[in-house]
């Protein structure tokens, strides 16, 4: 590893596809950002030829990183407060909301920005290889970035605000109220009519006002789009993730919306 050259490699994976991110610490800037989307939902093991293929045939890929991280984006994760939390019990606190296999391993994250472990299902076969490709590597599930990254921004915050990560085919909603987490949840969406009737239920059960809560939005989503466009009929107050980031993004990468980034920018 170059002295002058320290990079940092950032993967996230989901069954609707790949994005790949790469920090430069010496230049305190991101020079490699690419995001591959897949026509249909795959398998893990679909997923990891398409990985194979993509790290195989970029050179971006071939230096030697200072650390590699895996960002895990699927709806197999529940969190629970630590006061609470019993290593013993993690496939208890996941079968009450997600679909698990007796098979599957569970891990979990630590979220100290509000005393919660996030308890979840990594793709296996992804960690294996990427051990075999990088050797030690680091990690986590998404909504785990999310929750840290949303509550340290929020965490002066008096009033409530909705965050919306939106993917191809789920959207991970956060509402927060005087820094606290109030909900996270993910949720699968079909349509346009299935996206808003998701939104709407969540600011019914937090008796949220739709004309003074408003929402950022973060993923897939711009203001041409029909999931912005029915998101602006019944919500008052509508804005995209501030890019706040510790450090620049190069030149060279020509996609500047940050927002569509937001989960892996903030991995690092």
Do not use: W
């Not at 800037?29 to 195989?56: D, G, R, W």
């Not at 939005?217 to 890019?243: A, M, P």
């Amino acid at each position: 590893m170059k002295e002058n050259n320290i990079k940092e490699l950032s993967i996230q994976i989901n069954l609707n596809g790949l994005s790949f991110c790469i920090l430069n610490k010496e230049t305190n800037s991101i020079e490699f950002l690419n995001t591959i989307t897949f026509a249909n939902k795959l398998t893990p093991n679909e997923v990891l030829n398409h990985l194979k293929a993509e790290l195989s045939s970029n050179t971006a890929f071939s230096e030697d990183f200072d650390a590699v991280t895996v960002i895990h984006q699927n709806e197999l994760a529940t969190l629970v407060p630590k006061t609470l939390y019993n290593e013993n019990n993690k496939a208890d606190y996941l079968k009450f909301n997600s679909k698990i296999l007796r098979t599957d391993f569970i891990t979990e994250d630590d979220i100290n920005v509000n005393e919660s472990i996030n308890v979840y299902v990594p793709y296996v076969n992804i960690n294996n290889y990427i051990f075999e490709t990088f050797g030690a590597f680091v990690y986590k599930h998404s909504s785990s970035i999310l929750v840290d990254t949303i509550l340290s921004k929020e965490k002066r915050a008096e009033d409530p605000i909705v965050y919306i990560n939106i993917n191809m085919h789920t959207i991970e909603l956060l509402a927060v109220t005087k820094g606290q987490l109030q909900l996270f949840n993910v949720f699968e969406y079909h349509s346009k009519e299935d996206f808003i009737y998701y939104v709407l239920f969540v600011y019914e059960q937090l008796k949220l006002d739709v004309e003074t809560t408003p929402i950022k939005l973060s993923g897939i989503i711009d203001k041409d789009d029909e999931l912005y466009s029915i998101l602006y009929t019944y919500v008052r107050h509508i804005e995209f993730i501030d890019s706040d980031l510790d450090y620049k993004i190069s030149e060279s990468i020509k996609d500047k919306n940050v927002h569509h980034n937001y989960l892996i920018l903030n991995s690092f």
